[in-house]
């Protein structure tokens, strides 16, 4: 199975300040298809980004994800306070369509 | 407004079985496939398992596959996941998924305590 490992674990910022998030995989992600979800304390997660780089409705333009092959980013302009949550990368191009563990961004 | 709504989670004892299942609104159905993704308290998602739109392909993750089978009824706009022989780390918040490739949707999650 493709295992995505997300660095780093934590990440503490301001609000205003920009982040980047990475999820290495063990093997090429077939045609660049990974998603990245954001979940908040108590809630189901979100979809943020699909085929690595296409924002989902209603997304705001502050994300963005980029990469190919094995690596992977998202991207976040300008913190805002409600950013401030677990985000997930999956990989769905190979099945099992695996998660990565997480990144906590949590606020400086 | 799409809407995913689970239910059937409980406690069971280990080796129990239980069947969730997942109520679909505000989208045509049987145009997409779907997905079971569950959360162990404190721990990240994990993808358990997913059935095309006609429910003629279904894939499992290795953790579950041989004890949980996912299935569908478009007639009814509905999901379901059989959960047999559960183990203790079966515990878990099960979510339904809307699957567009990748999760587009997802619901609030039912929750399954498999305790003694």
């Known amino acids: 199975e493709v295992v995505l490992t997300q660095s780093p674990g934590t990440l503490s910022l301001s609000p205003g300040e920009g982040a980047a998030l990475s999820c290495r995989a063990s093997q090429s992600v077939i045609s660049s298809y990974l998603a990245w979800h954001q979940q908040k304390p108590g809630q189901a997660p979100r979809l943020l980004i699909y085929g690595a780089s296409s924002r989902a409705t209603g997304i705001p333009d502050r994300f963005s994800g980029s990469g190919s092959g094995t690596d992977f980013t998202l991207t976040i302009s300008r913190l805002e306070p409600e950013d401030f949550a677990v985000y997930y990368c999956q990989q769905y191009g190979t099945s099992p369509y695996t998660f990565g563990q997480g990144t906590k961004l949590e606020i400086k | 407004e799409v809407q995913l709504v689970e239910s059937g989670g409980g406690v069971v004892r280990p080796g129990g079985s239980l069947r969730l299942s997942c109520a679909a609104s505000g989208f045509t159905f049987d145009d997409y496939g779907m997905t079971w993704v569950r959360q162990a308290p404190l721990k990240g998602l994990e993808w358990v398992a997913g059935?095309?739109?006609?429910?003629?392909?279904?894939s499992y993750a290795d953790s579950v596959r041989g004890r949980f089978t996912i299935s569908r009824n478009n007639a009814k706009n509905s999901l379901y996941l059989q959960m047999n022989s559960l183990r203790d780390e079966d515990t878990a918040l099960y979510y339904c998924?809307?699957?567009?490739?990748?999760?587009?949707?997802w619901g609030q999650g039912t929750m399954v305590t498999v305790s003694s």
């Open positions: 059935i095309s739109w006609n429910g003629d392909t279904t």
């Open positions: 998924a809307r699957r567009n490739g990748y999760p587009d949707m």
